[in-house]
Structure formats: structure tokens, C-alpha cells
């Protein structure tokens, strides 16, 4: 599984590997993440979001109604399933999460 090591808010996310890569280079100097690394990247509204993987892939999910639950952006890079990210496991492992830390209180 790989991590997050770098996110992005407010990306216009009209663009492709190319537009994002550009992003990605200003901070790192290369236009993928490091291996075993994943880059994040959040539209304006809260309403799309675009994983760039070390090899390249570049996997999206757009949720025009609900919009992303900030909470499952840690989850989706473990919830690549073939060339698409399973937004909805990502979900329930955030409310899995809040509700254990609830059960500890």
C-alpha cells in the first residue's frame, strides 16, 4: 500500500497526468510521486479528487452531490481496485475509524 505524501487543494481537476505532474514538480522536483508514494488532488468544492500513483496511474472520483468526506482521504490509496479508486470502502473505513475512537471515549 502505498502513502499520501502529497496533497493539493484547490486543483483545477480538467487536468491530466501532464497539468498534474507539472503541479507535483513545482514542490518535489518530479512530476510522479516517489516510490510507494501517492500524490492527492481536491477540487475547489470538495467534489472531486485525482490520485497520481509512483507508476503513473491516475485514478479519479467525482462525487458532484455528496462531495468527499475530508476523512477518506487517508483511506484511498488502500482502496485502489484496478484502475479505479472504491470510493465507498474508503467511506466506511472512516466511519469504522470514528466510531472506534468513539467507542474509546
Not at 500500500?1 to 493539493?8: C, L, N, P
Not at 479508486?85 to 467507542?103: F, G, I, P, T, W
Amino acid at each position: 500500500m502505498s502513502t499520501i505524501a502529497h496533497v493539493f487543494f484547490g486543483t483545477h481537476l480538467g487536468q491530466n497526468h501532464v497539468g498534474l505532474g507539472a503541479l507535483l514538480a513545482k514542490k518535489t522536483k518530479s512530476p510522479l510521486p516517489a516510490d510507494g508514494e501517492t500524490a492527492i488532488f481536491i477540487n475547489k468544492a470538495f467534489t472531486g479528487v485525482k490520485m497520481l500513483t509512483a507508476t503513473g496511474a491516475l485514478l479519479y472520483v467525482r462525487r458532484e452531490k455528496e462531495g468527499i468526506n475530508p476523512e477518506t482521504i487517508k483511506y484511498l490509496p488502500s482502496c485502489v481496485e484496478g484502475p479505479a479508486l472504491n470510493y465507498k470502502k474508503a467511506l466506511e473505513s472512516a466511519v469504522k475509524d470514528q466510531m472506534a475512537r468513539l467507542r474509546r471515549r
